[in-house]
């Protein structure tokens, strides 16, 4: 089954929509976003989303400036028929075409979420290890988990004894397993730059294909902004 694959900018609404309604984090990332719109047949799919990521130092290990590069933070997706490698290529063409300045392009799989990556492998982007592994990512607050700068904007210390003092007694401090980092250099001199750092790629568990085309919870939304390229 074949259908006509449509890709523009989103809307912050429909970002919204499909980040809520299709993605496992249910919310949008507060950094400045681009975000790209996917459409199959005329009906709105979901949003592949970039940005300045969590940390104003992205870019430093590679010793390049902030605006050189940015991260891939949400594929949200509603039900589709194109596998999701070809409606990440071609957002990432989308956004070099539209960012002639930028290089790189940085993702990660979140291990906590038993995710290694398959999509990024499927589109040939670098692996480079895991980061982040045993770091506290989050509290444990009354059941729920809390990053620690909500707990900074509460006006708290960040650390364990302040949250068991002022909001849960019980409270304990969530380590993850970090995340699986990847990059996807948008140039061939990058490329070769960043080639030695490249890892073999983390296998998932079980016999799994990781490019079919992917069942994502939900169903498809209204169109809240029209496309105008198709590929």
């Known amino acids: 089954m074949s259908s006509i694959l449509k890709i523009d900018w989103a809307t912050h609404d429909a970002a919204v929509f499909a980040c809520t309604n299709w993605h ?26 970039f940005s300045y990521g969590a ?13 050189e590069g940015c991260e891939l933070t ?39 979420q038993f995710h290694h990556g398959g999509i990024y492998q499927a589109t ?25 700068r909500v707990i900074g904007l509460k006006g708290g210390t960040q650390s364990l004894e302040w949250v068991r003092k002022n909001l849960d007694p019980k409270a304990t401090e969530f380590r993850t397993n970090g995340k699986h980092k990847y990059l996807f250099p948008l140039d061939e001199d990058m490329r070769k730059r960043l080639t030695p750092l490249r890892k073999p790629y983390p296998k998932r568990a079980g016999s799994i294909v990781a490019d079919a085309p992917a069942i ?16």
């Open 55 to 67: 940390t104003p130092h992205l870019m430093s290990p590679f010793g390049m400036q902030m605006h």
């Open 24 to 49: 496992y984090s249910k919310c949008i990332p507060k950094s400045k976003l681009v975000k790209v719109g996917v459409w199959e047949d005329d009906r709105f799919i979901g949003v592949v989303i």
């Open 124 to 148: 040939n982007w670098l692996y480079v290890g895991v980061s982040n592994q045993g770091g506290r990512s989050a509290f444990i607050v009354n059941g729920k988990k809390i990053h620690p």
């Open 74 to 112: 949400r594929i949200a997706l509603t039900k589709h028929v194109t596998p999701v490698s070809r409606i990440l290529s071609i957002a990432l063409r989308f956004l070099k075409r539209s960012n002639p300045g930028l290089r790189l392009v940085v993702s990660y799989a979140d291990l906590d």
């Open 216 to 231: 994502h919870a939900g169903e498809g939304g209204a169109e809240p902004t029209p496309a105008l390229h198709t590929l």
